[in-house]
């Protein structure tokens, strides 16, 4: 009988083919499939324990604002990244200097997780071109140091630091990723990482053209 959906393994295939579909080909990014790919992720977070429970919760939530604006009564103004912008800007709905009447606009908070992207970008290099003896810890607190971190206030950053110790070796990793053998999994990720560098960029230079890159 199938599980459920937070039963089921991670599997860097299915991220894969999620990010596959989240470019159009005017290269707009769908929201849904962005989504969708977070989702993914975020089960590969769980497997490795209840340390990591406060970066998917924070995950989880900014996840289901986008679901719910994507499902609301707006939801086709919600199709991609560029629409959502467009439609939130015109009409007034997001807090641009200071957190005000909304706190929870789509574009603040895809922002926090495109932010996390580039971070997701930087760790997956690391991890493709390292050797058997690599540590995940040190390639992941590389990563976010380089990224995330300056958006986080030092209680953040001392938590994350703390669990990204708790990362299991190279070795466990390649075996959560359930695409086999070693080799294959670097492959997978030299797929992979294109796709995610494009919609990271296509959103970075949307987010730049529009002054959007500091939402309160
Ligand atoms: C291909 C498979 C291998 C890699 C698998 C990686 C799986 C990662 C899955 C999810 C990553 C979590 C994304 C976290 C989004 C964080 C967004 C954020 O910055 N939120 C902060 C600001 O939000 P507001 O307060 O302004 O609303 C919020 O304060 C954050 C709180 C939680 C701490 C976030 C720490 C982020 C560390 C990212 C590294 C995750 C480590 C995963 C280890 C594999």
New binding site residues.
């Given amino acids: 009988m199938a599980g459920t959906e937070e039963d089921q393994k ?1 599997c ?1 295939q299915e ?1 894969l083919d999620t990010f596959k579909l989240c470019l159009s080909e005017n290269k707009e990014v769908y929201l849904e499939h962005y989504v969708a790919g ?1 989702r993914g ?2 089960k ?2 769980n497997s ?1 324990g209840s340390v ?1 429970g ?3 919760k ?2 989880v939530n ?1 996840i289901h604002i986008l679901v719910t604006l994507l499902n609301g009564e707006s939801g086709s103004q919600y199709v991609t990244v560029q629409s959502m912008v467009t439609y939130e800007l015109e009409n007034d709905l997001v807090d641009l200097t200071k957190r005000g009447s909304h706190p929870e606009s789509g574009c603040r908070t895809l922002l ?2 495109h ?2 992207l580039r ?2 970008e930087l ?2 290099e690391r ?1 493709r071109t390292s050797s058997e003896e690599g540590k ?1 810890s040190v390639m ?1 607190s590389e990563a ?1 140091n380089e990224s ?1 971190s300056q ?2 206030p030092w209680v ?1 950053r001392k ?2 630091g703390m ?2 110790c708790m ?1 299991p070796g190279r070795p466990a ?1 390649f075996e959560v ?1 359930n695409v086999g053998p070693a080799e294959q999994v670097v492959a997978k ?1 030299g797929e ?1 990482l294109p796709l995610i560098s494009e919609v990271y960029q296509i959103t970075e230079e949307l987010y730049t053209r529009q002054s959007l890159m500091d939402l309160p």
């Fill in positions: 991670f860097l991220v977070w992720l975020i590969f977070l490795l990591f406060f970066i998917s924070d995950a900014k926090r997780l932010r996390a971070w997701l760790f997956l991890l995940t992941c976010y995330l958006f986080h953040v938590a994350a669990a990204f990362l990793f990723m990720l992979a």
